[in-house]
């Protein structure tokens, strides 16, 4: 069973950065693929970035793309997600996710662990 525990978040006025970190249990973690999710107040989860399993190729919402960026130490274990200029329409709680079969994917079915979120609140 591998556990993802993330951190990094927290309150910030937009314009603002964030690094978020997922720390996973597992050695395995260098042969998963990783996401990163969010789930707003009575909003679905959704897609926010993904990496492949060596780092080598990275994915983005449409809304995160040249604000945010995805990366990945197999070394460490650790997944990062640095968002820049922050806007009040990024605050959620935002999820890591570990997905150890198939191919890198855009879809939350897909991943089969996951961490307990770390809350980002962007202030105007």
């Known amino acids: 069973q591998v556990q993802l525990v993330e951190s990094g978040g927290g309150l910030v006025q937009a314009g603002g950065s964030l690094r978020l970190s997922c720390a996973a249990s597992?050695?395995?973690?260098?042969?998963?693929?990783m996401g990163w999710f969010r789930q707003a107040p009575g909003k679905e989860r959704e897609f926010v970035a993904a990496?492949?399993?060596?780092?080598?190729?990275?994915y983005y919402a449409d809304f995160v793309k040249g604000r945010f960026t995805i990366s990945k130490d197999n070394a460490k274990n650790t997944v990062y997600l640095r968002m820049n200029s922050l806007k009040p329409e990024d605050t959620a709680v935002y999820y890591c996710?570990?997905?150890?079969?198939?191919?890198?994917?855009?879809?939350?079915?897909?991943?089969?662990?996951w961490g307990q979120g770390t809350q980002v609140t962007v202030s105007s």
């Open positions: 990496i492949t399993w060596s780092g080598g190729s990275t």
């Open positions: 597992e050695r395995a973690f260098s042969s998963y693929h």
């Open positions: 996710a570990a997905d150890a079969w198939g191919d890198v994917s855009y879809e939350a079915y897909a991943y089969e662990y």
